[in-house]
């Protein structure tokens, strides 16, 4: 296994445990609710990688190009991002077009990133494949057609090129192409498998989507490179048949699982008891929160819940992650209950200190920095600020992106190496607590929401004052996590009825994003506050809204 004391011997993604040892091994399971499971062996895998290389190159690819993953199948797009890298091409996996996004936008966010990344090919399955032509020039392969025994020669990469693109997630597409090295991939796997005590005999159970860094770091590059079992499903079987999770677990010793916080509260509530029985979760070693702020009363429900199944608090671990650090930034100790800070809110909000008391808002500690991390918090000024203190999270580390590709207008670091988060937090015996975000980013269901975006789709829709509309987040307690709001006026002489700009709101959002709003209300002309400059005023809205609706 890749630790820190044999790192040196690590050179590239290449070197990982996936490509040696014996060809009958397990690489990973493949379970779903409408299939037997399907076991992938070392040789099954390898071969498939090459197969994928040997089309990519028979396209013309060749090293340093860019190659966009939207597959369908988690298979398939795991084939490919292998074949990419044994070909020395740069791999980027992009979500596939659901029910839930309009085609045409879904296509032009597409071509957008084709665009910014430079990418060389597309490799889709055949029946998603003619919804892409229209939209680019970018050569589009259907399907491998390359089997048997492939003659590509695998590449032999610095440590220092790039090894593969994650796209920071916007509403409606991907954002910025967060450039990592085989180097940086390598020294984020060792550092982080030591802050977990990553053991040989663990198994690691995941049904996270693989174009999230989540899920393409915990749910797929650390099993494969470190030689750990994966078990992997699909997220729609899991969101339609949470219980999945826990059975998977269950019948395959798994050990690791890592979730976004919305998804111990969507288990607690949907998991009926017929369907678990008695099975036992005792043997796993952690569940990590990790993708969105995490929520005290979410690890107590699903503590609470699952009791009986032997899952205990100091199971529930947590991780402060971002794709721009290649996954984790920091971890709590696995086996140990996570420190629960009860905050004084009135000085929180005032004095930007967070100041203990017993019954206060609740923030969990995500730990302590990783190996070869560094954290620190500064003020608006860029002082450093001593513990207890909120301000700007900002970290170096060996694990951090090259830069954003292809965007020179998009600075990544000072000039002395550290990185601007854009989160807000404080430290606290080495910890880190995150408070909220400096920007208005919205964490919903571990989604990145931007504000603006939707803001921009509900400003076209008839019946609504263009220019006066806002959208901010909601905490919920029960959901343990952000719900979206949309405050709108009516625009001036409109005919619309109400209730049909609700509905075409509700519906827009729905299609155009991977996202949908829990609160549509019209406000009054004039209702919505504006700063100085004009600017509709977000969060002093929120405040109004919300005041609004206790009264």
Not at 60 to 77: F, K, N
Not at 163 to 176: C, N, R, V, W, Y
Not at 280 to 289: G, K, P, T, Y
Not at 380 to 389: I, K, V, Y
């Amino acid at each position: 296994m890749l630790t820190l004391s044999n790192r040196e011997q690590y050179g590239t993604l290449l070197d990982s445990a996936t490509l040696h040892g014996h060809d009958d091994d397990t690489v990973l399971t493949f379970i779903g609710t409408t299939h037997a499971p399907q076991t992938i062996s070392r040789q099954l895998f390898k071969q498939r990688s090459a197969d994928y290389a040997q089309t990519l190159a028979n396209a013309g690819i060749t090293p340093s190009d860019v190659v966009i993953i939207a597959h369908e199948s988690i298979l398939e797009s795991m084939f490919v991002f292998w074949g990419a890298l044994c070909l020395g091409a740069i791999p980027s996996m992009f979500p596939t077009l659901t029910e839930k996004l309009d085609p045409a936008v879904y296509q032009q966010q597409l071509a957008n990133l084709i665009r910014t990344s430079g990418a060389r090919a597309i490799i889709t399955h055949n029946d998603f494949a003619s919804t892409f032509e229209p939209y680019t020039d970018c050569p589009i392969i259907r399907e491998t057609v390359s089997t048997g025994v492939a003659v590509v020669t695998p590449t032999s990469p610095s440590a220092s090129d790039i090894a593969f693109l994650q796209h920071s997630s916007g509403t409606t597409g991907l954002q910025k192409g967060v450039a990592l090295s085989h180097e940086a991939v390598l020294n984020q796997l060792a550092s982080y498998s030591e802050a977990i005590d990553l053991q040989p005999d663990d198994v690691i159970v995941s049904w996270l989507p693989l174009y999230h860094d989540m899920g393409l770091i915990a749910g797929f590059l650390l099993p494969l490179v470190q030689g750990i079992p994966l078990v992997l499903m699909s997220p729609f079987d899991w969101v339609a048949h949470p219980a999945l999770l826990l059975q998977t677990l269950h019948d395959y010793r798994g050990t690791l699982c890592w979730l976004p916080n919305f998804a111990y509260n969507h288990m607690a509530r949907r998991i009926r008891k017929r369907d678990i029985g008695d099975l036992s979760l005792a043997h796993v070693r952690a569940f990590i929160n990790c993708s969105e702020p995490v929520q005290a009363k979410s690890h107590a429900l699903f503590a609470e819940r699952f009791s009986k199944h032997g899952i205990r608090p100091n199971q529930l671990a947590v991780s402060y992650a971002m794709a721009e650090n290649t996954f984790a930034v920091t971890q709590t100790a696995i086996g140990d209950v996570p420190t629960v800070d009860s905050i004084d809110a009135n000085i929180l909000q005032s004095q930007q200190q967070a100041v203990a008391t017993t019954d206060g808002m609740l923030y969990v500690s995500c730990g302590k920095p990783i190996a070869h991390t560094q954290v620190r918090v500064l003020d608006s000024d860029g002082n450093e600020l001593g513990a207890r203190l909120v301000g700007e999270l900002v970290i170096k580390s060996d694990c951090m992106l090259t830069g954003y590709h292809n965007r020179h207008d998009l600075q990544a670091f000072t000039d002395d190496g550290w990185y601007f988060t854009g989160d807000m937090g404080y430290m606290s015996n080495g910890e880190v607590y995150i408070v909220g975000r400096k920007k208005d980013l919205i964490i919903n269901a571990g989604k990145n929401v931007y504000p603006q975006d939707i803001e921009a789709i509900v400003n076209t829709i008839t019946g609504v004052h263009a220019g006066r509309c806002v959208v901010f987040g909601v905490h919920d307690e029960r959901d343990g996590t952000e719900l979206i709001a949309v405050l709108v006026e009516r625009a001036i002489g409109s005919e619309v009825d109400d209730k049909d700009i609700k509905r075409a709101i509700r519906r827009v959002i729905a299609q155009q994003t991977t996202v949908s709003a829990q609160y549509v209300d019209i406000v009054p002309g004039g209702w919505l506050v504006k700063t100085s400059s004009g600017k509709i005023a977000r969060d002093a809205n929120r405040d109004k809204w919300l005041q609004s609706r206790s009264t």
